[in-house]
Each structure stands twice: as structure tokens, then as C-alpha cells.
């Protein structure tokens, strides 16, 4: 026997659920995972996904060592020699083009990543670099848009109660796939299940009658992109029957008789045709809400990347405040993480409240949004020569290869780079055009414990896992990768970087930094002292510190019964605070010191929604789905996870089908005006009429990558048919959902 057999007991880390794992090892094998029954969040939950976590660790093509790209050729590495590959390459460029030609993109995979979650956000400004890039402004951009300007905080994102709601309205989510999304909570389906039980009632929007809307109460089918237009609509009842009820929040809300004033030309017949939700189901959506007690709108990544994606994610928090259903037992409620996230952090420039457009795109112009641009613009500023090109490119944790809108146009610039380097575990779609690749280690290779996901779970609860498998000696972390990357772009020999002055230059700094705000437990101490009574480096020192400074934490001395990292390790399965609890007004951090209901960055925006309802309804559009099997492009490369029936088909209405003389099971072709491809049907009512929807995150038949499993079932990349100049005008987030398409019997 090893040293690493045995029973393990491990959080799962691959989605917002954050299940509890019994994972036995033999012969340094992991022989089984079971769900932990004693675990205090989940509870013996766990999905498909939570037992791969053996298959990915196993898995023979995930990279275990530096790899360096000769032309078409790959050889392994060292570390040593790796790391003086990206001086060599990287340093020239910057010399010449200076640090403006250098870009980042981070994937959606580090938000789930203990090393990376903590140390990019001390990778960019150790680094120095400033043409920053994410998976961000796909998926979510616009409830940060909305959350910074209503509540004063990017990550100040509410979320359902839904175990003490009587009434939820879900718009633009599937949690019988996600497990739920800005929702952390393990058996989201069951809970949802236990509303209808207690007498209450779920409703679901949706363009698709998908598995969550199958058990919901009542499901409405949307025309896709509408969501503002209903949601507006639901707020002029609201205001028209004398219903704007919000309560213990009136004391702190500025705006309500400006939105009065706004909302009164979206009347429930004025957006009933585009919509495709009678005005009557509309009236009723609004008083059914309003009637309840308590009740909640819950409004995710359908709601986020269609044409009014702002407006939308905005109006989800405008309805439960003025239904009195913000920041109470059973409404829309904010956590109170045990450790707090650095991302939670306002950035210094936005001390006195959020501006936008501060800068602009060198080749489209779009305006900065909380500091980055639209992803779209990747592929065009590394493509378009000039002052400001993107020459370099440095990529964690990402596949935007596939991930991006306009995939066709980036798969097309990313070999006119002079330099790019990539820290990931596989040899994608993306990292197949890097000249370097620093693998990352397996889920089980590091220890876990989540913060940001925490921000907007159920219950103030938290978990520390230690690593299943050692790394071994001769294999940097992801973290000290991080940093030695940051030390070379800032022009130091890779010989010469000290990962240790760095991180300590960095915590340094973060605590210094946090004896400065008036509401950190540890204001106006003094910070030299704070850092050297927090032991270690890394990650887990990172961790210790925000515990300690967190809600429960001891304070470094002000609370002798508080929570430090040792004490949250002792509890095997988790530490729970309990439910959440009321925190208005003091998490409030906008200028005025109060909910700001009517930012005009967002309610300019009413004008481009007004002449929307003019424009006639017409032809087929797009929208994305994912499966429970699959998380995004990232989990493709494991066989339990995608054998069985094909997934990645067109789903279309029977009545659409007949039109394009299409059968079940034909090929069909997809056009838009970014591309085309060629797909399986799948003929489906669960489709409302003149909508199709293709899965996101496959297209694995590009060549030269190392993933065999995902390329037996390759799949259609349907980021090949997203125009990447189609935004949402306030947040510059990609609009995936509602492409215009045809759709044509394939030749």
C-alpha cells in the first residue's frame, strides 16, 4: 500500500454544486468516488460529473510535463527549459512592442481551481499586462454590469433562497444540466421539487421545454432575446396595479418614481407579439409574484447573452425589490462567504463608483466594461496590423478556440502570433497554436477550497480539501507557475525569478492594502504584523488570511473562538454558518450609499429595447444548451461522460422541421452570417416554434490536438455561427442566444 490509498473525503470542484466525495484509492489508482453523506452541504448529492474525477487524474492524454512546440513538431520539456523558452520568445516582443502587444485570456475553469482562482488576480498586476481578455464576456458580464451599479460590487450578485421561497420565476436557466449557475446549491432539481410540495409553485421562461421546465409548475416558452421586453412589461403591471410594495427597502432605494416613469410605455399588449407570451399570461406572471409570500426571480446565462442582456439581468433584481423580495428569508438574498474572494475586492479605480468606456479597441472601438473588451475582439486586434497589435498572447485555463463567439475568425488568427504561451492540462483546439504549453495538475492533485462560488450559495458553509495525489518535488504548482510567468513578462531572466519574493510582494501588499478599509475586521492595524502572523505561502496562506478577516473568522485576535484554515481542516466534511441572513444596507458600496435602481448606463439602453418592439418577428433563431454530462469544452476528453446517444444535434420543431424538409436524423445545414455547418437533427416539440438550439463547447475534429476521446464524438463548434461584432450594447457581453440562422436540408 501507498502512501496516497485509502478513503479520501474531497469537495468536488468541476461546478457551482460543490459536492462532498468518498474517493477511495488502491495501488495509487482511485478505485471508486461515492457521494459523502456526511457532508454538510451536500448531503450525499453528486452528478455524473463528480465520479469522473478518477477518469480526468487517469486520464493518458492529460499533459503531466512542459511541452515546446518546432514548427509542426512537439517535444517534452523541462521546466527549466520551458520556462526559458517563454523568456526567449516573449521577452523580444515586449522589448520591440512594448507590454500593450502582450494579451491574457482566463477560462472559465479557473473560478473552479483553488491555485488559479486566488493567483491570477496576482498574475495581472505583478505582470504588468493590460489587454486583459475572459470567458467573462460570454457567459455573466452583464449581472456584473448591473450588480456594480445597483449594489456598488461586480461579484455583489443576490441569490434565490430557494428553500424558504413559496414562488420562484426562472428565466434563462436549466439547472437539471448546470446544477445551477450563480445558484450554488448540490440537488438543485430536488429543491425545486420541495417548493411545489409545500403548496408553492415554479414557473420556467424558457425557449426550449427543457428537463427543469418538464418539472416545474408552469412553463412559457419566450421568443429568445425578449427577456427585457417581458420583464419590463411585468414591472408596469407591477407599478400600473399599485403593487411596488418593497418594504424595509424603501429607506434605502433611490429611483423608484423614475422607473415608474420608464416602465409605463412596455405595457403587457405592447410586447405580447414579440415576446410570443400572450398579454394576459404576462398580467398573470406579475401578480402571481406579487401575490406570493415569499417569492423570487431567478434570471441566469439565458438571461445574460442575449441582445439585452443588461437590461435583463437588471430587471430580474428590479422585480424583487419592488415586490419587497430582496434581502428576505425566501426571496433574492446575498451570502456571507466564511472566506471571502479576492475578487470581491472593489478595484481602486472604481473607489468612487464604476465608469465605463474609459478606453476603447484599437480596431472595432468597443468600449472597455469593467476593464476588458468583448472577447470577439481577440481574433481582430491579433489579425489587424498597427500600433497596439497583439503579438503575444498568454492563455489559463482556456479554450476560446471554441469558447469564443466568431471561434472561426480566432481559429484563423491565433497562428500569426509571434508568442504564445499556455498554461493548460490538454493539447486543444486552442493550446495546438501555443509554442509553449505548462501543464496544471489534476483536480486531485491539489488541495480545495472554493471563495468566490460561495458568494452566491444557499448557506454559509465551507470546505477544505487536502490533495488526493502528491505533485512531486520537480513540479511547480499552478500558483508558482502563475508567478514565475509574472516575473518573466516584467522583463526578469527566467533563471532569476524568486517565486517567494513575489508572493510575498503580493500578500504584502493584499494586506496592506485591507488595513486601509474601514470595514475590514482588521482596519488600522498594523500590516507587517497581520502578514507575519499568517504562516505559510501560496494559496493556503491566501486562504488563512481571508478566513481570519472574514465574517467568522478570529480577527488575529479579536475573536479567540473565530475560524483560522487550521480549524476549518479539522472539519472532515465541512463547516456550515447556517442560512443566509438579511445584510442590507451595509453591503451596499454605491456612491449614494444605497440601492441605485436606475443607473442611466443601463436605462439608456430602454431606447434600443422601445424600437425592438417595432421590429417585426422573423425567421428561425439560435439558442445554446449544455448538458448534465458535460461542462462547457472542458470535460468532452471523458468516455463515461459522453458515450450513449449523440448530444451535439440540431433541436427543431416538428412544424420548422417540415418546412426545411428536414426528418429526424438528417443532416441539416446551418447558416448565419458568421458561418456555416452541417448537424444532425433531432425533431423535438420540447422546441417552441421558430427557435433551433445546438449544444455549446464541441467542435473536436480540429487536427494536431491530443484528445482522443473528444475527438470520437467531435460534435459541431456553434461558436463558428455567433457574429462577433453582436453585443450587448452595456456590457459588451456576446449575444450566443438568438442568432438569426437558416436552416436547409445539407446537401
Known amino acids: 500500500m501507498t502512501t496516497n490509498d485509502g478513503l479520501h473525503i474531497r469537495t468536488c470542484s468541476l461546478c457551482e454544486a460543490m459536492c462532498g466525495l468518498e474517493i477511495t484509492v488502491a495501488n495509487d489508482h482511485v478505485e471508486s468516488i461515492r457521494p459523502d453523506k456526511a457532508d454538510v452541504w451536500s448531503k450525499g448529492f453528486i452528478c455524473p460529473k463528480g465520479a469522473s474525477l478518477g477518469d480526468l487524474h487517469h486520464d493518458p492524454d492529460r499533459l503531466r510535463t512542459p511541452m515546446i512546440r518546432r514548427g509542426d513538431e512537439w517535444k517534452e520539456s523541462s521546466w527549466d527549459e520551458a520556462f526559458a523558452e517563454v523568456e526567449r520568445l516573449l521577452h523580444p516582443v515586449i522589448q520591440e512592442h512594448g507590454i500593450d502587444a502582450l494579451a491574457a485570456y482566463i477560462g472559465n475553469p479557473t473560478a473552479h481551481n483553488m491555485s488559479l482562482a486566488r493567483y491570477a488576480g496576482a498574475f495581472v498586476p505583478l505582470s504588468g499586462i493590460t489587454q486583459l481578455y475572459s470567458a467573462g464576456t460570454v457567459d455573466q458580464w452583464p449581472k ?21 421561497t413559496q414562488h420562484l420565476l426562472m428565466l434563462g436557466a436549466n439547472p437539471s444540466a448546470s446544477q445551477g449557475s450563480l445558484l450554488a446549491a448540490p440537488d438543485i432539481m430536488g429543491r425545486l421539487g420541495a417548493i411545489s410540495s409545500r403548496g408553492g409553485k415554479v414557473v420556467v421562461v424558457d425557449p426550449r421545454r427543457t428537463a427543469t421546465a418538464d418539472q416545474a409548475d408552469e412553463w412559457i416558452p419566450i421568443r429568445p432575446g425578449t427577456d427585457a421586453a417581458l420583464l419590463m412589461a411585468m414591472v408596469q403591471v407591477l407599478f400600473a396595479e399599485d403593487r411596488v410594495r418593497p418594504g424595509r427597502l424603501s429607506e434605502f432605494i433611490t429611483g423608484i418614481e423614475d422607473l415608474r416613469e420608464l416602465a409605463a410605455p412596455f405595457t403587457p399588449d405592447t410586447v405580447a407579439s414579440t415576446t410570443g407570451i400572450p398579454a394576459d399570461t404576462i398580467r398573470s406572471l406579475a401578480r402571481e409574484l406579487s401575490d406570493a409570500d415569499p417569492a423570487v426571480v431567478y434570471g441566469r446565462i439565458g438571461t445574460c447573452n442575449q441582445e439585452f442582456g443588461t437590461l435583463a439581468s437588471w430587471l430580474v433584481d428590479v422585480i424583487n425589490i419592488l415586490t ?3 434581502d428576505r428569508p425566501g426571496g433574492s438574498m446575498f451570502s456571507n462567504p466564511v472566506v471571502p474572494s479576492l475578487a470581491c475586492l472593489r478595484p481602486p479605480e472604481f473607489a468612487e463608483g464604476f465608469e465605463f468606456g474609459r478606453f476603447r479597441s484599437r480596431v472595432r472601438g468597443a468600449p472597455e466594461i469593467l476593464g476588458q473588451f468583448p472577447v470577439s475582439c481577440m481574433a481582430e486586434e491579433i489579425a489587424v496590423p498597427g500600433a497596439g497589435q497583439i503579438k503575444a498572447l498568454i492563455t489559463i485555463a482556456g479554450n476560446p478556440a471554441i469558447s ?49 462560488i460561495w458568494n452566491w450559495a444557499t448557506r454559509n458553509a465551507a470546505h477544505y480539501s487536502p ?29 532569476e ?22 470595514k475590514c475586521s482588521i482596519y488600522g492595524r498594523d500590516s507587517s504584523q497581520i502578514a507575519a502572523a499568517t504562516d505559510g505561502c501560496g494559496p493556503d496562506r491566501m486562504t488563512d488570511f481571508m478566513i481570519r478577516i472574514g465574517p467568522y473568522g478570529d480577527g488575529y485576535g479579536q475573536d479567540a473562538d473565530g475560524l483560522n484554515l487550521d480549524k476549518l481542516k479539522t472539519q472532515t466534511h465541512g463547516i456550515d454558518y447556517g442560512p443566509l441572513e438579511p445584510r442590507l444596507p451595509d453591503l451596499l458600496q454605491t456612491p449614494s450609499g444605497k440601492i441605485e435602481v436606475t443607473p442611466k448606463h443601463i436605462t439608456a439602453d430602454l431606447n434600443r429595447l422601445q424600437q425592438r418592439l417595432e421590429r417585426k418577428n422573423s425567421g428561425l433563431l439560435l439558442v445554446s444548451r449544455r448538458h448534465l454530462r458535460s461542462n462547457n469544452s472542458w470535460m468532452h476528453n471523458v468516455e463515461r461522460l459522453v458515450r450513449g446517444r449523440d448530444r451535439c444535434t440540431l433541436l427543431i420543431h416538428p412544424d420548422d422541421a417540415a418546412s426545411a424538409g428536414l426528418a429526424d436524423g438528417a443532416l441539416a445545414m446551418v447558416r448565419s452570417e458568421a458561418g456555416q455547418l452541417r448537424v444532425p437533427v433531432e425533431v423535438s416539440d420540447e422546441m417552441m416554434q421558430g427557435v433551433v438550439s445546438l449544444p455549446h463547447g464541441w467542435g473536436h475534429d480540429r487536427e494536431g490536438t491530443k484528445m482522443s476521446v473528444a475527438a470520437r464524438h467531435a460534435g459541431v463548434n456553434n461558436n463558428l455561427l455567433a457574429p462577433g461584432a453582436m453585443v450587448d450594447v452595456p456590457s459588451g457581453n456576446a449575444i450566443v442566444n438568438g442568432i438569426p440562422v437558416e436552416v436547409s436540408a445539407a446537401a
Not at 456584473?144 to 424558504?164: E, F, H, K, Q
Not at 512531486?472 to 527566467?494: F, H, N, S, T, Y
Not at 525569478?497 to 474601514?518: R, S, Y
Open 467 to 495: 490533495a488526493v495525489f502528491p505533485i512531486g518535488d520537480d513540479r511547480p504548482a499552478e500558483w508558482e507557475i502563475l508567478l514565475k510567468l509574472a516575473g518573466i513578462v516584467g522583463g526578469q531572466k527566467a533563471a
Open 497 to 518: 525569478v524568486d517565486i517567494k519574493v513575489l508572493d510575498n510582494l503580493f500578500f504584502e501588499g493584499l494586506v496592506g492594502a485591507l488595513t486601509t478599509e474601514p
Open 144 to 164: 456584473n454590469v448591473s450588480s456594480a451599479l445597483l449594489y456598488g460590487g461586480m461579484w455583489t450578485i443576490p441569490v434565490p433562497d430557494i428553500d424558504r
Open 404 to 452: 469564443a463567439p466568431d471561434a472561426g475568425k480566432l481559429e484563423t488568427a491565433l497562428p500569426e502570433l509571434a508568442c504564445m504561451i499556455s498554461l493548460d492540462n490538454y493539447l486543444n483546439e486552442t493550446t495546438r497554436h501555443a509554442h509553449v504549453i505548462l501543464p496544471g495538475v489534476s483536480p486531485l492533485e491539489q488541495p480545495h477550497c472554493g471563495d468566490l
Open 324 to 326: 419587497g423580495n430582496l
